[in-house]
């Protein structure tokens, strides 16, 4: 299966059930309404974004359809701009590639620096759609074991509105 070994450890050592896809296409342009109503889960979004003086690192998971309130979110952290986290520095916390950035590139923040927020209108989607931290490949899990993976992670993580930002504590 394509994806990185930490992932599909990581689900065997929860025992979760996930669904597998592969497309020849990367998954993070997928377009096509047919594929993701066929797989009856949430596809997502995942920001990787670091904070004006590059020491804070955020993962911003949510419905790939919902905007995301940087700005308000920005305001709430008071951690000056944040912007798109380079290459470089998402080799040294989460080990993944841009555009393949998920849930699942926590397993690779061995050392908990990363925040997470997630936006809480996913709890009340039935299943989610990740990328194994890698392109082609997707994985979809129940919402109950998304929750499942952000604790086995060891991140610190919040459910917020990220569309209005407004309960997210600095």
Request: negative net charge; glycine residues 6%; proline residues 1%.
């Amino acid at each position: 299966m394509i994806g990185q070994e930490i992932v599909y450890k990581a689900l065997a050592d929860l025992n979760i059930k996930f669904e597998y896809y592969e497309s020849p296409r990367d998954f993070s342009s997928e377009d096509d309404g047919a594929f993701w109503k066929r797989i009856g889960a949430c596809r997502c979004k995942n920001l990787f974004m670091r904070n004006h003086k590059g020491n804070q690192h955020y993962l911003l998971i949510s419905d790939y359809y919902r905007d995301i309130n940087i700005h308000a979110i920005e305001h709430k952290l008071k951690q000056g701009k944040l912007s798109f986290a380079s290459q470089e520095r998402i080799d040294k916390w989460i080990k993944g590639t841009i555009g393949a950035i998920s849930v699942f590139s926590l397993l690779n923040d061995t050392e908990n620096h990363t925040i997470a927020f997630i936006d809480k209108s996913l709890l009340n989607k039935g299943h989610l759609t990740f990328l194994p931290n890698q392109l082609n490949a997707l994985i979809s899990i129940s919402t109950e074991d998304f929750v499942r993976i952000l604790d086995y992670s060891g991140n610190r993580y919040e459910f917020v509105d990220l569309e209005v930002a407004d309960e997210i504590e600095a």
